[in-house]
């Protein structure tokens, strides 16, 4: 049957409806009573969307629970940036934060350093909290560098699976990544080939 | 790069993605939207609430260790309601357990399925929610005054709600419900 002969949907869902009236009612009616195989579906989809909504919406959840499902992410999340093949983890050495006391920790201003070891680089980099922003500065320069050594590379802040900055390194494997909100970031990166990961970093007055 | 939270409007293959790339909102937006047909489902096997509560998470950790292995992300919700199902019915095998050990389970607590047809209507429910929330506010509302509302209003009472002519009620309806089945439509063929 060509496509032109089938009844409009407004006329299925008038037939469907009681509401078909003047002169299309019987040549329609007499279409689909012939049991078109096109109307007989689009009809049958018109009936469970109908149907669907005259059952209305299914009971929400408790909110608890869903709130319990929803807070299962942060750690596998964590674990897919982690475990991507050829991702060097940064393994971290030192954190200033451990040493900090609690109110030098959440005063603007505060630097907090802190160092990783990315494959055969060190990662070094001082968070700097300013009035509810913070900024990441930071090197990234081969363990045995004797001084002259070139890096090639880039960083990129993540939080929330979202690149909130990206800078390449500079030559001497420098970067600033600032106007960061507090939050839960990770930071991928390349240098000298090697893509690597430091995650989960923590920054803001309460980390 | 600038990408904006997750959205209700967000179909489903992109939330998949995002949550691979850990976006928590995109998670947060799945399990909103796909959270009532797991409840039901749990619900409908007649698990108790502590039960449903446990498969409810249950079902989400699955989600979550097997999302990135998931075939059709934009059938993400037929998948994770046949998850529930699948977990709701590994605790109902433990009621019929306890029925044989402790005789204290009634029997009609025991013998409860959900055919697929049932599962089905579960997941249309949800779609067509999610649908309405997609075509528009006015369509939205035309269709629940004409298939929601109990007892279901006049032509003469909808047309003065919104401010139509009786005679563009029908024509109206048909262009609301061609596109809730055209929001319909990419779901079902995604499957
Ligand atoms: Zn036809």
New binding site residues.
């Given amino acids: 049957?060509r496509n032109e002969?089938?009844?409009r949907l407004r006329d299925l869902a008038d037939l469907r409806d009681g509401r078909l009236t003047g002169t299309r009612t019987s040549a329609v009616k007499e279409?689909?009573g012939a049991g078109?195989?096109?109307?007989?579906t689009?009809s049958a989809r018109f009936e469970s969307a109908v149907a669907a909504i005259a059952e209305g919406p299914l009971p929400a959840p408790p909110r608890s629970v869903v709130r319990q499902a929803v807070h299962m992410f942060r750690a596998k999340k964590w674990a897919w940036l982690l475990e991507a093949p050829g991702r060097i983890v940064a393994s971290l050495v030192l954190d200033q934060r451990m040493e900090l006391v609690p109110a030098l920790r959440s005063s603007v201003g505060a630097e907090r350093r802190m160092l990783w070891m990315v494959g055969d680089h060190e990662l070094a980099a001082c968070v700097v909290l300013r009035g509810g922003h913070a900024e990441i500065v930071g090197q990234i320069l081969p363990a045995e560098d004797d001084g002259s050594s070139q890096v090639v590379g880039e960083i990129e802040a993540m939080r929330n699976g979202r690149s909130v900055a990206k800078i390449p390194l500079d030559a001497d494997g420098g970067f600033a990544l600032r106007g960061l909100s507090y939050g839960t970031y990770a930071l991928l990166g390349r240098v000298d080939g090697a893509e690597f990961v430091v995650a989960p970093l923590e920054i803001g007055d309460r980390a | 790069m600038t990408q904006t939270a997750a959205k209700d409007t967000d179909d489903d293959a992109s939330l998949v993605a995002r949550c691979l790339e850990g976006d928590d909102d995109a998670w947060a937006a799945l399990v909103e939207r796909h959270g009532p047909v797991v409840w039901a489902v749990a619900g409908r096997l007649g698990l108790s609430h502590e039960d449903a509560a446990d498969v409810f998470q249950s079902t989400w950790r699955t989600a979550l260790e097997e999302l990135s292995r998931v075939r059709e992300p934009a059938a993400v919700g037929g998948w994770i309601a046949r998850v529930a199902r699948h977990q709701s019915m590994r605790v109902r095998r433990g009621y019929g357990i306890a029925r044989k050990s402790w005789q204290h389970v009634a029997r009609e607590d025991v013998d409860v399925t959900l055919p697929e047809e049932d599962l089905e209507k579960l997941e249309m429910r949800s779609k067509v929610q999610g649908a309405l929330g997609r075509i528009g506010e006015r369509c939205a509302d035309l269709l629940r005054a004409l298939y929601f509302e109990d007892p279901s209003p006049s032509y003469q009472d909808i047309a003065a709600r919104f401010g139509m002519r009786i005679g563009s009620i029908g024509p109206t309806r048909a262009r609301c419900m061609e596109k809730m089945l055209g929001e319909l439509g990419g779901d079902r063929d995604a499957q």
Avoid at chain 1, 36 to 40: G, K, L, M, P, Y
């Fill in positions: 049957m002969l089938h009844p279409h689909v078109c195989d096109v109307c007989a689009a």
